[in-house]
């Protein structure tokens, strides 16, 4: 009986792997967009998440699968559902949809997939250079010095973005909560019979 190389079986366990993702990603991915109820919606995106922290990881980068996954997968997931909950998590009804929606949702994806096609044609695949040092790739040294350096003004840009975000979940939550007379909170006001005014303190 042949025996496999391990370097060759390692190949073939990464690939499998590779594949395993991809289709978890993609898996997920349309979960986001299909179901109506946003808790499953997110937890969609929880595994999208997941999906790329093990492609990061096949790609030996370290530090990103660690920050996809303590960040992404978890902090910024929890954001969401606390968003969703304030908002409150009903369910999407399908009112106000074109007449033709599902006809042009297959077309922009056959577009998509076709603009993806043409870009992956022009993907050439290299060995890296001789002088690289592959050790330094991945790390926390390596992702500090392109962060603070060359993409510093696009990470402050994503910050504002982000308090920006969360600033407008606490306004659309207060205003839901809100009476839409201006008023107080349902269930807050004096109770019927009393003139509008709270009965004494016993």
Known sequence: MRRVPPRKRG?????AVFFVAAAMAVLGGIGVVAFHQPIRSVLSLVLVMIALSILFL??????????????YAGAVMVLFLFV????????????????????????????????????????????????????????VQSIAVGLFTTYLYPFELTSILLLVAAIGAIYLSRKRIDDPEGGPAEGLGPPAG?????????
Not at 108 to 115: P, Q, S
């Open 11 to 15: 190949g073939q366990m990464a690939i």
């Open 58 to 71: 096949l790609l030996s980068a370290q530090f990103v699968f660690a920050v996809q996954v303590i960040v």
């Open 84 to 139: 969703i909950a304030l908002l409150g998590p009903a369910r999407e009804l399908g009112r106000g949809r074109l007449r033709f929606q599902g006809w042009l949702s297959a077309l922009f994806v056959l577009v998509l997939l076709g603009l993806i096609w043409a870009m992956l044609q022009g993907v050439q695949y290299r060995q890296p250079d001789t002088g690289t040092n592959l050790s330094f790739f991945g790390t």
């Open 194 to 202: 009393t003139g509008g005014h709270f009965p004494p303190v016993q």
